[in-house]
């Protein structure tokens, strides 16, 4: 008999319940475990019912992704979901906790559905660039309706158990013992001599409107989902569900799941899946060290990101006191925390009881004694060596033994801000993202002294807040900010040698970056860079157009969206950006008088070399030990930089181009463009010559 599925009887109802820790996956021991029930109880007399039950924390999770890269060991999903839909008695599923994908497949290929308050159902499949391949887009539109399913299968999103109640997709909500419930349940079926109500055997409800409703769904996709293609394919298997019959469905289902599986995009978001699993493994990091608890919460500096980092734990439920050296400044501090909550409340995220909560938590001084209670204080002022350091002293002085220091920069050096204190052991890099309080990732900055239980604390505070935390070393920039470096570089000399600035962002845009890097400059302020480098220009490359254009228009006063100008114009009413002549004209005249050739690089070209550039440079940081992973860089970039996940990030992305591609183009573009700026990193022509990937070696290292 399986170890993780097991039998009972409680009358002539039999409780099929899994115990499969941590999360009830279904895995290949799962599924032959529920075979090997399922064919049990068949033509048994004496079983008038069946439930299948979980034991733990939830309900079957989901699939058991190691299979997408290992292939589905028999017994297959399809062959035990139609064993449990063909019984020849009722099955009742008794869900609770997170029914998600497979888990989900699994509960409709049984007959009735009783869930638990505070369930959550989805198929989140389109998230990970495939589709619900075990039967999820054939019964699932036959179980709720053609567009409800269409809704949940193209959002990913989970549904309550009230909403799936609504949707016909449970049967019905309890407050406590989903099993007991189940039970209940499925004797009164027996006693109704009620037989099995199979999903497959329904018509899709709104299929008479299905090919309107489909082609509405394709155009919406190619705009909120552009460049991916497994919408597309999850349209198909659900036209499927409407044109063909049960069984003829389930096997195109099967053919496209199989394809959109092996399909790049499919890859890519498997990558950054299984990349995060791997965040936690860091060299060097004793496998017993234990985290040092943190309880109170203090941070310097009450403007945005101050601000923002102080809801990121607050919203964690943990104490925060924010200190500043003005009271205006702690007033207009918590005047925008108040105005982010109230938005959040106004959109129905937060309740006001919620926000009154989060909001007592928050304490402003201007006395930094009161942080001499705090474990953690993270100091949040603007990127000024000398102000760090100040501000570090004093936190020396009054901050408990034991108590961590972090400091938020997002370029500066974190050994020399350590190097103020009698306890580098306890300084850490915490580079939030702006807005702190939405942006998912956290760079942990691990400095030459920072003690390995510091480390560990830092990871346990990036999951604590909700936060991807990846662990960096020290050097400018640490990984992304290194690498944005060159990808600016190259996308402000496009627009020297005469691309205009949407020409760039168009390029970028159509690739897939959440936003062109010359718009991004004009959101954060385009003076921000500019006076970074101002204060290293000892340290950048002579060459008079090394980013001259942000110069330009920081002289100028043309700083972004704050001052309504800057790449851009944002004065129209909502702001949006617009092409600005004056500034195209500003940076044509500036390429003249400094002798730039005007190439007018095409889309791809522009590309490729930001690309290209900020590739190189990650090649780099794996060499420099900066970045401890490939995978590593691309959690960065496709959490924090807007980088699109279904591309993996940019060296999984570097990986599918082919690195000799890569490095044949900068070779070429050593020749034809500035040959300072177009040296292949060592570790990025090895792997190129011996025809290997960022993978492989990645592989090889671990």
């Known amino acids: 008999m399986s170890e993780v599925v097991r039998v009972s009887m409680q009358g002539e ?5 899994v115990d499969s820790p941590p999360v009830n996956t279904l895995s290949r021991d799962v599924r032959a475990g529920l075979k090997e029930c399922f064919e049990s109880l068949r033509g048994r007399a004496d079983v008038k019912a069946v439930v299948l039950a979980c034991a733990g924390k939830t309900f079957l999770s989901g699939g058991d992704m190691r299979e997408f890269e290992t292939g589905v060991q028999e017994p297959g999903y399809h062959e035990v979901l139609r064993l449990i839909e063909d019984s020849a008695v009722p099955v009742v599923a008794a869900l609770y906790g997170t029914v998600m994908g497979g888990g989900l497949e699994t509960a409709i290929a049984c007959h009735y559905r009783i869930a638990l308050d505070g369930t959550r159902l989805g198929l989140p499949e389109i998230t990970l660039g495939i589709i619900p391949g075990a039967g999820g887009t054939q019964r699932m539109p036959r179980l709720i309706g053609l567009e409800p399913a269409l809704d949940m299968m193209l959002s990913g999103k989970p549904l309550t158990a009230a909403q799936a109640k609504d949707l016909g997709l449970v049967d019905a909500v309890v407050a406590d013992d989903v099993t007991g419930a189940a039970i209940a349940h499925a004797r009164e079926l027996a006693a109704a001599g009620k037989g099995p109500r199979r999903t497959r055997e329904r018509s899709v409800a709104g299929s008479e409107k299905a090919a309107e409703a489909i082609a509405a769904r394709r155009v919406q996709a190619a705009k909120t989902m552009r460049n991916r293609n497994s919408p597309n394919v999850l349209l198909d298997a659900v036209q499927a569900a409407v044109d063909k019959p049960f069984d ?8 496209l799941s199989n394809e959109v599986e092996r399909a790049v995009e499919g890859r890519a978001f498997r990558h950054l899946f299984f990349g995060e699993r791997d965040l936690r493994r860091i060299p060097g990091l004793p496998a017993d060290v234990k985290a040092r608890k943190v309880a109170k919460v203090g941070i310097v500096g009450a403007g ?9 734990f607050a919203n964690a439920g943990i104490p925060v006191t924010i200190v500043d050296t003005a009271q205006a400044n702690l007033d207009r501090g918590l005047a925008t925390i108040r105005k982010n909550y109230e938005r959040s409340v106004s959109r129905g995220s937060l309740k006001p009881e919620q926000m009154e909560q989060r909001l007592a938590l928050i304490a402003p001084t201007l006395d930094y004694a009161a ?16 102000l760090k350091k100040e501000i570090f002293a004093k936190l020396d002085a009054v901050a408990k033994p034991g108590a961590i220091l972090g400091t938020n920069t997002s370029t500066l050096d974190i050994d020399e801000i350590a190097a103020e204190t009698k306890r580098p052991q306890d300084v850490i890099g915490l580079h939030f993202f702006s807005p702190a309080n939405v942006m998912q990732l956290l760079e942990i900055v691990q400095c030459a002294k920072t003690a390995p239980d510091v480390v560990m604390t830092a990871l346990d505070i990036a999951k604590t807040i909700r936060k991807v935390g990846v ?7 640490f990984i992304g900010n290194r690498m944005m470096d060159p990808y600016g570089r190259e996308a402000e000399r496009c627009v020297m040698e005469g691309a205009t600035p949407a020409e760039v962002d168009g390029a970028l845009e159509d690739f897939g970056m959440a936003m062109g890097i010359l718009a991004v400059y004009d959101m954060a302020g385009i003076d921000i860079g500019h006076l970074t480098r101002v204060a290293r220009a000892h340290l950048l490359p002579k060459d008079p157009t090394f980013y001259r254009p942000t110069a330009l228009l920081t002289e100028r006063g043309w700083l972004g969206q704050k001052s309504g100008r800057g790449y851009y114009r944002y004065d129209s009413p909502d702001r949006k950006r617009t092409p600005d002549p004056e500034a195209i004209a500003m940076f044509a005249a500036e390429a003249q008088r400094l002798g730039v050739p005007q190439r007018k690089p095409s889309q791809q070209e522009i590309r490729e070399r930001c690309l290209y550039a900020m590739i190189n440079e990650g090649a780099l940081l794996l060499e420099e030990g900066i970045a401890v992973r490939a995978s590593d860089i691309d959690i960065v970039y496709a959490s924090g930089y807007g980088f699109p996940r279904y591309r993996g990030g940019p060296m999984f992305y570097a990986d599918t181009v082919g690195l000799k591609v890569i490095y044949d183009k900068i070779l070429e573009f050593r020749k034809t463009l500035d040959p300072q700026y177009w040296q292949p990193a060592p570790l990025l022509e090895k792997l190129a010559k011996a025809g290997s990937s960022f993978a492989q070696w990645q592989a090889e290292r671990t």
């Open 13 to 17: 109802i039999a409780v099929v319940t």
């Open 248 to 255: 003829e469905g389930i096997a195109f289902e099967r053919s």
């Open 304 to 312: 945005t990101m101050g601000g923002g980092i102080g809801m990121c």
């Open 371 to 386: 942080l001499n209670d705090a474990d953690l204080i993270v100091e949040a002022v603007f990127e000024n060596m000398a």
């Open 471 to 477: 662990v960096a070393k020290v050097c400018y920039g």
